[in-house]
């Protein structure tokens, strides 16, 4: 079995483009992984920095990608990495910005439920969406 990834279906393997692809899936989880780690002790230039890197990685990612297949067991491990990656994320966020806690909650709710609460909240806030803080040089914006 064969998963596409992005928006045009290969003719094929492009010879060990899986394992490059999967590369650079790596190396932007590892990225990430440094970002969380330079969050998680206050490093906010190192953020930046690993912020950078991640989006130059992604930029290649993307070049890569267009159009290339995985095989099952590989696109399970690019899944894996995505997880981490959106995981490290979330918990840069929730340091970044500890209110902003309610959008996990949020996102654990089964979808009627998501719903519902979206419902609330729209009534509560007059259709106001929170705005999501900026990483700066000197740290999470108030």
């Known amino acids: 079995m064969v998963a596409k990834i ?7 393997d492009a010879g060990g483009r899986p394992a490059a692809l999967l590369k650079h899936y790596e190396k932007v989880a590892e990225a990430s992984r440094h970002m969380l780690a330079a969050a998680l002790v206050d490093d906010w230039p190192d953020v930046m920095h690993w912020q950078r890197q991640c989006l130059k990685r992604i930029a290649d990612l993307r070049r890569q990608a267009h159009g290339a297949l995985l095989r099952t067991a590989d696109n399970r491990r690019r899944l894996e990495l995505l997880r981490g990656i959106l995981s490290d ?7 970044v910005d500890p209110g902003a806690s309610w959008i996990d909650q949020l996102l654990s709710l089964p979808s009627a439920a998501r719903g519902a609460s979206r419902a609330g909240q729209r009534a509560d806030a007059g259709d ?10 000197s740290g999470p914006s108030p």
């Open 6 to 12: 992005g928006g045009r279906k290969a003719a094929g």
């Open 128 to 137: 106001a969406a929170p705005d999501a803080p900026a990483i700066s040089p």
């Open 89 to 95: 994320d979330a918990e840069i966020r929730t340091l």
